[in-house]
Each structure stands twice: as C-alpha cells, then as structure tokens.
C-alpha cells in the first residue's frame, strides 16, 4: 500500500506561482509512475501531468505544457509540481496519485492509478 500526501495549495493572483509538493510512503518500490490530477467545482477530475518514477520521463496535459513542471526526488520520496503563470482556470483541488502499472503510452488516465492523496485545494483569483 502507498500513502500520499498533498502538500503547498492554497490562494494566489493570477500570474503567480506555486509548489506542490506530494509525499510518498509504503510500498514506493512497487510504483512505476506517479501523476497529478484536479477537479474543479462541477467538473470531473482530469490529468494534469506524470512522472515515470524510474526514468523521470514527464507528461503533460495541453493545459499544463509550458506552464507546470513536474519533477520527482527519488531519495525524499516526494514528488513536486511547480505551477507558474496561474490562471484562474486552475483552481481546483489537486490530487497526486501513485501508478504500479507500466505504461508505453504515457499516463493520462485515471484508470492507472491506484492510490491517490486526499488533495489540496489551489485557488488562483483574477
């Protein structure tokens, strides 16, 4: 079993930056790739971004790419995702989620991830 915990939301303007941090526990060997996720009020939860935990080979989603970056610090177990440029469209809860399932084709979806944090709320305001 894996435990996460979601660490570094809270509020900021928009056009400013945050870090979020994700501390991983238990059974860490057993995972292939963790991954942050969010869900708006009235919105289903969507991908934002993953970490291969091996390789650091990252992933993104369109709304993420050349404003988030996620990273990983194999030795402290967490695994971060630096928010810059902020919109108010991010706001959301963000949730990190553990994968121990390998995947050619990247980690976008849900259904890879068996463990998940309780999330911490982000709110960006214009």
């Known amino acids: 079993q894996v435990q996460l915990v979601e660490s570094g939301g809270g509020l900021v303007q928009a056009g400013g930056s945050l870090r979020l941090s994700c501390a991983v526990s238990?059974?860490?060997?057993?995972?292939?790739?963790m991954g942050w996720f969010r869900q708006a009020p009235g919105k289903e939860r969507e991908f934002v971004a993953a970490?291969?935990?091996?390789?650091?080979?990252?992933y993104y989603a369109d709304s993420a790419e050349g404003r988030f970056t996620i990273s990983r610090d194999n030795a402290k177990n967490t695994m971060y995702l630096q928010m810059s440029s902020l919109k108010p469209e991010d706001t959301a809860v963000y949730y990190c989620?553990?994968?121990?399932?390998?995947?050619?084709?990247?980690?976008?979806?849900?259904?890879?991830?068996?463990?998940w944090g309780q999330g911490t709320q982000v709110t960006v305001s214009s």
């Open positions: 970490i291969r935990w091996t390789d650091g080979r990252t």
């Open positions: 989620a553990s994968s121990r399932v390998y995947s050619g084709s990247g980690y976008s979806t849900e259904d890879l991830f068996g463990s």
């Open positions: 238990g059974r860490t060997f057993r995972s292939y790739a």
